[in-house]
Structures are given as structure tokens and as C-alpha cells.
T-cell receptor, first 113, second 110 residues
Framework: DTGVSQNPRHKITKRGQNVTFRCDPI?????LYWYRQTLGQGPEFLTY????????KSRLLSDRFSAERPKGSFSTLEIQRTEQGDSAMYLC???????????FGSGTRLTVV | GQQVMQIPQYQHVQEGEDFTTYCNSS?????IQWYKQRPGGHPVFLIQ?????EVKKQKRLTFQFGEAKKNSSLHITATQTTDVGTYFC??????????FGTGTRLQVFP
């Protein structure tokens, strides 16, 4: 098991463009989470899935953000019409059940110019 | 909304000194987890505490969960340069997602 994998590691995009990130969780983990982290802050919850069902989405998340987890395996996070305020590290994590420790991926660092 | 605050925000210590970070929640937590994030890295799970007043140890690290389940602490004895990083507490509030604290950044000078 290679842990949680995220691609790409870095993404630089122009304001207004759409971006998509991918997360491959640990295969036996049915819980998958997306967090966003800016410099000097703790990870901020965005959304999570149990298998293919998206169970919760943060109220902080605008409708420019959408996430999917088809077939309960990998997940994608799309940001439409990116803004400079979207610049952050986007972290994906998976866990075996709700109250197990999370295994985080290395993240995708997004820079919107 | 639920908030998890940590103090101090930064701590610089000489190698061999002890270090403690405190985590405080505005409301009762169902359980709490601790993570370490090295500079440039991602959070790595350290431990979970569930019971009121619980104390757990991992080598030089001691974790405690308060009686009221609203606060927690992490104590490191005799710090080493390998302890450098940011330590986050994260709590569950009767929901299925973790809310992360503000973190304490530890710097250890040799």
C-alpha cells in the first residue's frame, strides 16, 4: 500500500480558469476527505465521502467547488473560475471508519495568478 | 460554530527542554486526535483520545484529554531536533469530520 496519492503536486493557473485535482485513497478506506490549508493555518474542512456518497459539504465552500468519488474509489475536486483567494494547499485524507486516524496525502499546491 | 484553539502559536526551545501545547474547544468533543506536520509536509496522525481524563504516552510524548472533554494537551519531554514541526489537535463534535485546531509550531535549537 503506497498511502494516499494526490496529483498534481503543484498547479499554477490563471484567474478564471478551471482546475481539477485527483486523490487516490488507501484502497480499503471507505472514507475520503478534502481539506484546504493556507500558510500558518490548520487544515480547513471542505467535504467528505463515504464510499461514493458525498455526505457533507462545508458551508464555506462556494458552488464553484465540486467533488466526486465515482465508484467509491478515487476522488476529484474541481474548482471553476478560479480566484486568487483559492490559492492554497488542497489536502486529501482517507480513513477506515469515521473515528479512525486520517491518512493524508502530500497535497496539491494551487497558485492562482 | 465549533472552534478549536491552541496555545501557544509558536514555541522555540533549546534541545533537551520540555514542550507543552494546549488545545481548547468551545464545546464538548466526542474525541480528539493529534497530528504532526513537518515543514513542507502533510499532517501525520499521532494518537486518538476518547475517554474523559484519558492519558496516553508514546515514548517522550504524553497526551491528555480533559475531564470535561473540552481541552487536551501534548507534552514532549527532552525535545530533540526531530520534534520540529507544527502540532495540531483535531476534534470530533458528534459529526463524522475532524475540525482542526490552529496549531502550535515548535522550533528546537541544537
Amino acid at each position: 500500500d503506497t498511502g494516499v496519492s494526490q496529483n498534481p503536486r503543484h498547479k499554477i493557473t490563471k484567474r478564471g480558469q478551471n482546475v481539477t485535482f485527483r486523490c487516490d485513497p488507501i484502497s480499503e478506506h471507505n472514507r475520503l476527505y478534502w481539506y484546504r490549508q493556507t500558510l500558518g493555518q490548520g487544515p480547513e474542512f471542505l467535504t467528505y465521502f463515504q464510499n461514493e456518497a458525498q455526505l457533507e459539504k462545508s458551508r464555506l465552500l462556494s458552488d464553484r467547488f465540486s467533488a466526486e468519488r465515482p465508484k467509491g474509489s478515487f476522488s476529484t475536486l474541481e474548482i471553476q473560475r478560479t480566484e486568487q483567494g483559492d490559492s492554497a494547499m488542497y489536502l486529501c485524507a482517507s480513513s477506515l471508519t469515521a473515528s479512525y486516524g486520517y491518512t493524508f496525502g502530500s497535497g496539491t499546491r494551487l497558485t492562482v495568478v | 460554530g465549533q472552534q478549536v484553539m491552541q496555545i501557544p502559536q509558536y514555541q522555540h526551545v533549546q534541545e533537551g527542554e520540555d514542550f507543552t501545547t494546549y488545545c481548547n474547544s468551545s464545546t464538548t468533543l466526542s474525541n480528539i486526535q493529534w497530528y504532526k506536520q513537518r515543514p513542507g509536509g502533510h499532517p501525520v496522525f499521532l494518537i486518538q483520545l476518547v475517554k474523559s481524563g484519558e492519558v496516553k504516552k508514546q515514548k517522550r510524548l504524553t497526551f491528555q484529554f480533559g475531564e470535561a472533554k473540552k481541552n487536551s494537551s501534548l507534552h514532549i519531554t527532552a525535545t530533540q531536533t526531530t520534534d520540529v514541526g507544527t502540532y495540531f489537535c483535531a476534534g470530533f463534535y458528534n459529526t463524522d469530520k475532524l475540525i482542526f485546531g490552529t496549531g502550535t509550531r515548535l522550533q528546537v535549537f541544537p
